[in-house]
């Protein structure tokens, strides 16, 4: 059974940081593409950052130069370091590990910022 389970989620003042953690079990970890996606009330998920099975990153231009994706193959794990952060990045943010077109999510996790 494929379990994604995010953790770290918050409350934090507009300028502060959280980091986020997702611990994947059931799944070859290594050879899928980790990344994290999030919905704020009223809108659709969007991406956040993805890294994939060789490393390579990617971000929302609204999170360019304030968070950083990384995965930790050895531990199952994929974090994302949010800093900078502003009022417009509280949302749910979802763990989703994908490989081909196999797609799996966590349960989310809150992360709101105050002004």
């Known amino acids: 059974q494929v379990q994604l389970v995010e953790s770290g989620g918050g409350l934090v003042q507009a300028g502060g940081s959280l980091r986020l953690s997702c611990a994947a079990s059931g799944i070859r970890f290594g050879i899928h593409t980790m990344g994290w996606y999030r919905q704020a009330p009223g809108k659709q998920r969007e991406l956040v950052a993805t890294?994939?099975?060789?490393?390579?990153?990617n971000y929302a231009d609204s999170v360019k130069g304030r968070f950083t994706i990384s995965r930790d193959n050895a531990k199952n794990t994929v974090s994302l370091q949010m800093n900078s952060l502003k009022p417009e990045d509280t949302a749910v943010y979802y763990c989703?590990?994908?490989?081909?077109?196999?797609?799996?999510w966590g349960q989310g996790t809150q992360v709101t910022v105050s002004s």
């Open positions: 989703n590990a994908r490989f081909i077109s196999f797609h799996y």
């Open positions: 890294v994939t099975s060789g490393n390579s990153t």
